[in-house]
Every structure is written in structure tokens, then in C-alpha cells.
């Protein structure tokens, strides 16, 4: 790293981790779609084996054009170094299977994204792995959770479907207090909104496939580390699973990167307007947006993130039925999962991302019925707002069953 002031963010994500070519002066990083990379002879060979010699070996266990996207997000995360990984989920694992081991605990927060608690509760539990859901913005909750086994913390915030913020600093300081390391699921904020590492956590982990990639068109994920030796520690173990990342995919994500700054100022305006809008309309019985006043944890995001964000969720009046109505009634909105695109997604969480909950366990995370997340994309507010609109008074129509003759 140099000693160079640090530019501003909107100009990170388009320079950070990216140089013209060395061999060519190619502006673009190239792809460099190969498996294997040619030594000039054995010594070369088995100094880049030992370490002596970072240069390339073998793309699961480097690549230049993943290496670009991996400077870019650990320069914009503020860490020391960055593991990409063939999606979000490879990220997640491999952060789980290098920290955790029999008899580990973890605590997490309960409205997590759905498969990074179910492979929790499902597939590590076999190997002797514990985990206590609490919701983890009341610190208290944190703090009772923790064990003397308790190995990590992993928070997600703003939370999956429900927006809930959670206290990144308090919860780092917890902690470290009882000797866990703290990871963050960063995915819904960005590094543009939140950099969790400056407020004390260990560990940041990426879905690339949301914002960062933003055009609905790669799955990916990223691993960012505060600290060189947990890094390294990462490393050994992703590199030996094999979930890394491909030359074309972090290509791929490193264009869309470059716009991350336009495209989220313009959906988090979107989501601003939209929420505000929503919030004032009798046809939703209840709006949840960090941006809005009536969040419960508003003041909260105002400090801890740099704009409260582009996905909101709400309630349709009138519950599932009409929740159902309504989704199916929108015509620019996209009836699909994921988020962070440029086109607006709109998905009914309780039936679909996380319908493997058991509705119990569900509700307690703050996941109702008649909850519609809003993937805010970058649209002209006005044809989003006139979507809207129709869908809910089409949601609103409640149909008439057919009486007999
Ligand atoms: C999508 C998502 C993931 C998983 O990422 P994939 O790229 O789909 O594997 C993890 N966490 C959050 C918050 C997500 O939204």
C-alpha cells in the first residue's frame, strides 16, 4: 500500500485494485482466462511454491484478474486483503469451515439471509457445531448469548428481509471481550454505506452477485480480512475447498463495480421516494426503511452507514392474499430474488428465500406473511411509483367467488 492519501470511494471503485496492463497498456484488466501459468524454470518454479516468488502458479490458487477485483473491494472494505469466491455462499463456508470446528459455538443474528443460518443449523451441526440465533440489535441479547465456546459472531446489517440495523461497534466490542472473532455480511450496504472492519470487525463477506456486481448477471462472492495472518489463514482453507473465483466472472464484476457509487445513489434516492411514498398510503398497513424516521433503529443508521440504503420491505393491507395480488399485479417490477440490480425486484420472502424456516422460527425474526421486500433498482422514480400504484389497487380488489345459480 502506498503512502498516497486515500481518494474518495466514487473514485476507489473505478481505480482501486486497477492499473493499465503492465505487458500491454491495456486500460481494461484483461482477462487472463487460464488454468495454469508457465514457469521459466524449476528454480522459478519452486520459488513461487515456496513464496519467495508471489508470481502465478495456478488460477484456484491466484489469478491476475481475480487479484484486480480482490485489491478493488479490500481497498473499498478498508482491509488488508480480499479472497474472491465463486459466489456469496462459497465466501460465507469458507469463513464458517476455517473458524469453527467441534465444540464450536457461534451466535448470529436470527433474520439472517436464509442459507447462511440453515447451513448452520443443518449441515455444521453434524460436525459438532452450535449456533443461538438472538435478535442482535438489542446488545443485551448479544451479551447473554455469548459462551465460553463461542467462537464467532456473525451479524448481517441491515438485515434480510426485515431491515433490521444492528450496533456494529457495540457488538465488535462484545466480541473481542469474550475472545470471537466478529464477521459481517455486508452484502445489503456495500462498502459505499458501511465499512464494518473501521468499526472493529475481524471479518467482512460479500454476495458480489448484489450491489458490488449490479446487473443481475454473475453469481460471486468476496472475503475481506482486517488482520494478514487471519487472511492467510482463510486463504489455506478456501484455496484447498475450491470455491474461488473465475478470470471471467471477476472481470465481469469488476465492470460493474466501476458504477457501484451512480448506481446506488440513484436506487437509494428511488428507495427514499418510494418508502416515503409507501408510508403515506392507506393501502400498506406498515413500511420498514432505514432512511425512514418511523425505523426503529433510524438514528442508528444515520451514524453507523452512509445512506440507510435501497431495499425496503412493507406490508400490503389486507395480508398474504392481497401481498400475493399485488406482487403479481406489478409490470416493471421483476418478480424475482436477489437484489442490488439495476432493474427493481420485488420478492414475498415468507414463501420463497426463506420459506425453509419453520414459520415459528420465521415470525420470531420479524418475517411476516405479509412482508414484500422492494429490491430497488434504477429506474425513473415516476414509472416506479405508477407501478406501484396499480398493483396495489389491483391487490386491494379483493375477487368475488362465483355464486351457483
Ligand atoms: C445473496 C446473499 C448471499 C449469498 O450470495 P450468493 O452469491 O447468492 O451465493 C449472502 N448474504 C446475503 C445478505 C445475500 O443477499
Known amino acids: ?12 471503485v473505478i481505480h482501486a485494485g486497477q492499473h493499465p496492463d503492465a505487458a500491454t497498456g491495456a486500460v481494461s484488466t484483461p482477462i487472463y482466462q487460464t488454468s495454469t501459468f508457465a514457469f521459466t524454470d524449476a528454480d522459478q518454479g519452486a520459488a513461487r511454491f515456496s513464496g519467495a516468488d508471489p508470481g502465478c502458479k495456478y488460477t484456484r490458487l491466484g489469478n491476475p484478474t481475480v487479484a484486480a477485483l480482490e485489491a478493488c473491494v479490500a ?3 478498508g482491509g488488508c486483503g480480499a479472497l474472491g469466491a465463486a459466489t456469496g455462499m ?11 470446528g467441534s465444540g464450536a459455538h457461534v451466535v448470529a443474528t436470527d433474520a439472517l439471509y436464509g442459507p447462511s443460518r440453515l447451513v448452520l443449523e ?7 457445531v452450535s449456533a443461538t440465533f438472538v435478535d442482535t440489535t438489542d446488545l443485551a441479547r448479544v451479551e447473554a448469548a455469548m459462551r465460553p465456546g463461542t467462537r464467532m459472531l456473525y451479524v448481517e446489517s441491515p438485515s434480510n428481509p426485515t431491515l433490521a440495523v444492528t450496533d456494529l461497534e457495540g457488538c465488535a466490542r462484545i466480541a473481542r471481550a469474550h475472545g470471537a472473532l466478529m464477521v459481517v455480511d455486508n452484502t445489503f450496504a456495500s462498502p459505499l454505506l458501511q465499512r464494518p472492519l473501521e468499526l472493529g470487525a475481524d471479518l467482512v463477506v460479500h454476495s458480489l452477485t448484489k450491489f458490488i456486481n449490479g446487473h ?4 460471486a462472492g468476496m472475503i475481506v480480512a482486517r488482520d494478514p495472518q487471519l487472511l492467510a489463514r482463510l486463504r489455506k482453507v478456501h484455496q484447498t475447498l475450491g470455491g474461488t473465483m473465475d478470470p471471467h466472472q471477476a472481470w465481469l464484476v469488476l465492470r460493474g463495480v466501476k458504477t457501484l457509487a451512480l448506481r446506488l445513489a440513484r436506487a437509494q434516492a428511488n428507495a427514499q421516494t418510494i418508502a416515503a411514498w409507501l408510508e403515506a398510503d392507506p393501502r400498506v398497513s406498515w413500511v420498514r426503511y432505514p432512511g425512514l424516521a418511523s425505523h ?13 440504503g435501497a431495499v ?4 400490503v393491507e389486507g395480508g398474504f392474499p392481497a401481498a400475493k395480488r399485488f406482487i403479481e399485479s406489478l409490470r416493471l ?16 420472502p415468507a414463501s420463497m428465500t426463506h420459506a425453509g424456516l419453520p414459520r415459528a422460527e420465521r415470525e420470531a425474526a420479524g418475517i411476516r406473511d405479509d412482508l414484500v421486500r422492494l429490491a430497488v433498482g434504477c429506474e425513473d422514480e415516476r414509472d416506479l411509483l405508477a407501478d406501484l400504484d396499480q398493483a396495489l389497487t389491483v391487490a386491494q380488489h379483493v375477487p368475488q367467488p362465483v355464486t351457483a345459480r
Open 1 to 12: 500500500m502506498s503512502d498516497a492519501p486515500k481518494r474518495h470511494l466514487s473514485t476507489r
Open 75 to 77: 481497498d473499498l472494505e
Open 90 to 100: 462459497a465466501a460465507v463456508n469458507a469463513v464458517y469451515l476455517a473458524l469453527l
Open 122 to 128: 443443518t449441515e455444521y451441526s453434524r460436525y459438532g
Open 216 to 219: 443481475t448477471d454473475v453469481v
Open 296 to 308: 426503529p433503529q433510524h438514528e442508528l443508521a444515520s451514524r453507523q452507514m452512509a445512506g440507510p
Open 312 to 315: 425496503l420491505s412493507f406490508g
Open 333 to 348: 417490477a421483476t418478480l424475482a430474488v436477489s437484489l442490488g440490480g439495476v432493474e427493481t425486484l420485488v420478492e414475498h
